[in-house]
């Protein structure tokens, strides 16, 4: 449980169509955070983590391609990395609920916007609006 987890526009990129993916992310963390671990739909929330994975990034990497982000190839193997977990965990779950950790995928998905949203994906942010890209647009 982390105290106090509330959006923070350091999370934004400025870039419309991606924070709004982010916040959906940063939504499923909300719900992991939920106290009463035995209320969360884990079946929901993995289905909307593979499909998060399964389009966010794919939709990330063609926006960097486009602009010719010189870093893509790292971003493109922490997608991987990331999305590899989640349908790991996610078929962890479907095969055996019981062995799926409430901490461990808290801790999981509270690295990943830690760390990759705050970190790797602000990396291409100045490159994709020096290329062009308008901020809300
Ligand atoms: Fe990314």
């Known amino acids: 449980m982390i105290e106090d987890l509330e959006w923070d526009d350091k999370y934004l990129t400025g870039i419309a169509a991606i924070d709004r993916d982010h916040k959906n992310l940063f939504i499923i963390l909300q719900q992991l955070n939920n106290p009463r671990a035995g209320t969360v739909d884990f079946a929901d929330l993995f289905d909307r983590m593979v499909n998060y994975v399964d389009t966010h990034f794919a939709a990330e990497e063609d926006m ?35 062995a799926v950790s ?8 509270t690295n990943w916007l830690g760390n990759h949203v ?20």
């Open 64 to 98: 960097m391609l486009s602009f010719g982000y010189p870093d893509l190839e790292n971003h493109r193997i922490a997608h991987k990395e990331l999305a590899a977990t989640v349908h790991q965990m996610a078929d962890l779950y479907h095969t055996d609920p019981g």
């Open 102 to 109: 409430h901490d461990e995928v808290l801790g999981f998905v």
């Open 118 to 137: 705050l970190k790797v994906d602000m990396d291409y942010v100045p490159y994709l609006k020096a290329a062009g890209e308008k901020p809300g647009g």
